[in-house]
Every structure is written in structure tokens, then in C-alpha cells.
């Protein structure tokens, strides 16, 4: 039963440099989301889909993108990683509708020198 | 614009004591409202969640929490903390429409139980 597995865990960067960060899903869930954690910063949106084909950007956007060509996989982009981008980051995925449970991933700490 | 926040960034309670952790949300409708854990290293882990119904909901881990629309707020209790309640707690509102439901996030309370 893996659930949200992210992969890597860790990673270092150098600026400029570009990446993926991948999330894979096997709980066939439509809705799935990608999250910055910084201290005392709580956990902010950064892009999300309700499904493949759909994407859709959230709160802090920049800097990143995604796409859904399956409902297993929802990739992140870093296109040029910045300083600013080291963060842990988070997937998630969960059914379609507000008052469903959010699963996450473990996470990625991704550093950027 | 819809909003979380958790008034205290970190909280430091003695093992079995009581425990109270404050969450305040800024929403026009009737909001869905989750309370989540992160332990270190790990990922986040649904502790419990309310949209309807009785106001006083019951999680997992003995956790509880009321939800009282006249205050805005839905603050997370326990009754007697254990050492394995040290993590890092996240209080959430749903919002948005149909499928594009979003999950905005407070800024987390830190509890870390004293021996």
C-alpha cells in the first residue's frame, strides 16, 4: 500500500541548474497538489490538478511547472533553480471535493547553492 | 481572501498535561476544517476534520476538536499529552468550488512535551 511516494528525498542544487521532482499516487485519486514548506510559512500552494490534462497554478507559482499526462504522476519542474526555491516539498493527492482527506508524500528537501 | 492562522508558532506542555492548540480561519461559507500532523521527517497525517454536523469532532491519537462559528475558530485539545504527541500540528480550510476544492494551510504550532 505505498500511497504518495516522492522521490528523491534530498537533493542539492546549483543555481541555474533544473530538475523534477517526482510524485507517483496509486489510489487512483483525481486531485493532486504540490506544497512548499518553509518555517513559519505553513504549507503553500504552488500548482495542483483535478485530473489529467488539467493543471491549474496556486498560490505561489513562479519558478515551477507541472503537468498531468496521467492520473498516477504529477511532476514538478524547477526551470532554473534559484536560492529562494530551497524548501521542503510536499505532494498530495486526495478524491475531488473539499472536505476529503489530503494524503501527502514524505517529502523532498531540496537545497539550492 | 481566505485564511488560517495559528496565533502560537511553538508550545511546550508537560507529558500529561492537557493540551489546547488555537486555530482561526477567515471564510465567507460554512468551511471544511482539518487539523493535521507532521512528526519530523515525515509527511503530514490527517488528524481530523469537520463540515458538518456535531461542532465537537473526535480524531485519531485521542485528539479532539470544536469548531465554533461565532469565534472563527476550531482549536485542537487533548486531554493528556504523551512524549509521542511531539510534532509539528497544522490546522487547514477547504475552499473553493466543486472539484477545485484548495487546502490553504496556517502557519503550524511546534509542541514539544516536557518529561
Known amino acids: 500500500n505505498a500511497g504518495v511516494t516522492q522521490t528523491p528525498k534530498f537533493q542539492v542544487l546549483k543555481t541555474g541548474q533544473s530538475m523534477t521532482l517526482q510524485c507517483a499516487q496509486d489510489?487512483?485519486?483525481?486531485?493532486m497538489s504540490w506544497y512548499r514548506q518553509d518555517p513559519g510559512m505553513g504549507l503553500r500552494l504552488i500548482h495542483y490538478?483535478?485530473?489529467?490534462?488539467?493543471?491549474d497554478q496556486g498560490e505561489v507559482p513562479n519558478g515551477y511547472n507541472v503537468s498531468r499526462s496521467t492520473t498516477e504522476d504529477f511532476p514538478l519542474r524547477l526551470l532554473s533553480a534559484a536560492p529562494s526555491q530551497t524548501s521542503v516539498y510536499f505532494c498530495?493527492?486526495?478524491?475531488?471535493?473539499?472536505?476529503?482527506?489530503?494524503?501527502f508524500g514524505q517529502g523532498t528537501r531540496l537545497t539550492v547553492v | 481572501a481566505q485564511s488560517v492562522t495559528q496565533p502560537d508558532i511553538h508550545i511546550t506542555v508537560s507529558e500529561g498535561a492537557s493540551l489546547e492548540l488555537r486555530c482561526n480561519y477567515s471564510?465567507?461559507?460554512?468551511?471544511?476544517l482539518f487539523w493535521y500532523v507532521q512528526s519530523p521527517g515525515q509527511g503530514l497525517q490527517l488528524l481530523l476534520k469537520?463540515?458538518?454536523?456535531?461542532?465537537l469532532v473526535q480524531g485519531i491519537k485521542g485528539f479532539e476538536a470544536e469548531f465554533k462559528r461565532s469565534q472563527s475558530s476550531f482549536n485542537l485539545r487533548k486531554p493528556s499529552v504523551h512524549w509521542s504527541d511531539a510534532a509539528e500540528y497544522f490546522c487547514?480550510?477547504?475552499?473553493?468550488?466543486?472539484?477545485?476544492?484548495?487546502?490553504?494551510f496556517g502557519q503550524g504550532t511546534t509542541l514539544q512535551v516536557k518529561p
Open positions: 489510489m487512483n485519486h483525481e486531485y
Open positions: 469537520y463540515f458538518s454536523g456535531d461542532t
Open positions: 471564510y465567507g461559507a460554512t468551511p471544511y
Open positions: 490538478s483535478v485530473g489529467a490534462g488539467i493543471t
Open positions: 498530495a493527492s486526495r478524491v475531488v471535493g473539499m472536505n476529503t482527506e489530503a494524503f
Open positions: 487547514a480550510v477547504g475552499h473553493g468550488s466543486g472539484n477545485t476544492g484548495k487546502l490553504i
